[in-house]
């Protein structure tokens, strides 16, 4: 499946920025590569047979590992400014 990076699978609101190389979404739940196939050449979220995840990219025989795919969270725009500010020294977790 070769998506352009303004394109979205509107199904399930996927949006693929090639330019990044990451498929993302605003609502991520994990879905059975055998009914949405999952994007190839950009960054997902795996989920192994063993049940644990990790990122990485879709390949042909990537069934033989994985058991679904997600798409990576997006990052709002206070996220970014928090990261940003977390590491150039200007913010500091509080404790919750």
């Given at each position: 499946m070769n998506i352009q990076s303004s394109e979205t699978l509107s199904r399930e609101n996927v949006f693929?920025?090639?330019t990044l190389?990451?498929?993302t979404s605003e609502l991520s739940?994990?879905?059975d590569p055998e009914v949405f196939p999952p994007p190839r050449g950009v960054k997902l979220n795996l989920l192994t047979w063993g049940g644990i995840q990790v990122s990485g990219q879709w390949f042909t025989d990537s069934h033989l590992s994985f058991a679904a795919w997600a798409p990576v969270l997006s990052k709002p725009e206070w996220l970014k400014k928090r990261l940003e500010d977390f590491y150039s020294g200007k913010f500091i977790?509080?404790?919750s």
């Open positions: 693929v920025n090639n190389g990451v498929a739940h994990w879905k977790p509080k404790k």
